[in-house]
Nanobody, 127 residues
Framework: VQLMESGGGLVQPGGSLKLTCAAS????????MGWFRQAPGKEREGVAC????????WYADSVKGRFTISGDNAMNMLYLEMNSLKHEDTAVYYC?????????????????????WGQGTQVTVSS
């Protein structure tokens, strides 16, 4: 499965961006999908995930209430709508598929068992 992110860019604090991840072919029907990010000098962290079995979503505490993850029914496309962006949201954002339905790879401190990674898209929040 190839994952291709787009939609990154430069935005002022308080602004919004919408990231898109195109999957080709669609991942296995039970794989959870989501977003990681990695800021300079920091470890990669899970940001948001959506379970494809029940549609449940998970968000990192740092983005709850500001970011929304969604996808089309076939999960050919995955989105991350980011609002009220802060300087600390600056990072390279990666689309990824978990090998399980449960988003475990995205949780802090959990083993990362990702089937596919995108190449990443840069998000810079700066005035």
């Amino acid at each position: 499965v190839q994952l291709m992110e787009s939609g990154g860019g430069l935005v002022q604090p308080g602004g919004s961006l919408k990231l898109t991840c195109a999957a080709s072919p669609p991942p296995f029907h039970y794989y959870a999908m989501g977003w990681f990010r990695q800021a300079p000098g920091k470890e990669r962290e899970g940001v948001a995930c959506i379970s494809r079995t029940d549609g449940n979503t998970w968000y990192a505490d740092s983005v709850k209430g500001r970011f929304t993850i969604s996808g089309d029914n076939a999960m050919n496309m995955l989105y991350l709508e980011m609002n009220s962006l802060k300087h600390e949201d600056t990072a390279v954002y990666y689309c990824a598929t978990d090998r399980s339905p449960w988003c475990g790879s995205f949780y802090p401190g959990h083993r990362v068992d990702v089937a596919s990674w995108g190449q990443g898209t840069q998000v810079t929040v700066s005035s």
